[in-house]
């Protein structure tokens, strides 16, 4: 991702680090971001269940949040022209694929790896959903725990993003 340059690479390290969605680091905006509790919050408006999203930054998604601020006075963390967010995805994804060198990759494919070696490393699946913001269906936890359960689990999941940022660099 460091071939990606001073835009899209933090772009997509941000996306591993965190194990959002695209459009939810993409769309990012500098008022949602919160230095002192290292976190970022995401509103329902701009979320895929529309429900807001706590996202806990480690120490290096914070490195690339702290680049990212010397490239102007602009609402947005990544953005081309100051006044909206990025557009136009497919470009930097498309060199990504290249850079990767493997065929069958996609992007989603990042949070589907999070998931698995968080899993395997022992952590909860309910502390992983939480952070990639799903919706408890099918197998998952049962009806009546997806209505009475609102805990957030913000210091697990906090822990969790901390120990998969110290798996990927």
């Known amino acids: ?25 993409a769309h990012a905006r500098w008022s949602e971001i919160d230095f002192d509790s290292r976190r ?8 895929k ?7 806990h930054l480690s120490v290096p998604a914070l490195a690339e949040l702290e680049g990212m601020r010397a490239r102007g006075d602009t609402p947005f963390v990544f953005t081309t022209t100051g006044k909206t967010p990025v557009s136009g995805l497919g470009k930097p994804t498309a060199h990504l694929y290249t850079l990767a060198d493997t065929p069958d990759w996609r992007p989603h494919d990042f949070r589907t790896a999070f998931a698995s070696a968080l899993c395997e490393a022992g952590e909860s699946e309910a502390i992983v959903d939480r952070i990639l913001n799903h919706s408890a269906t099918g197998s998952a936890p049962s009806a009546v725990a997806r209505v009475y359960n609102r805990a957030s689990n913000l210091p697990q999941r906090a822990a969790a993003l901390d120990r998969w940022a110290e798996m990927v660099t």
């Open 1 to 25: 991702t460091f071939k990606l340059g001073p835009l899209w690479g933090p772009l997509f390290r941000l996306r591993i680090l965190t194990a959002q969605r695209l459009a939810d680091i």
């Open 40 to 47: 970022y919050s995401i509103p329902g408006s701009r979320t």
């Open 49 to 55: 269940n529309g429900k807001p999203h706590i996202v």
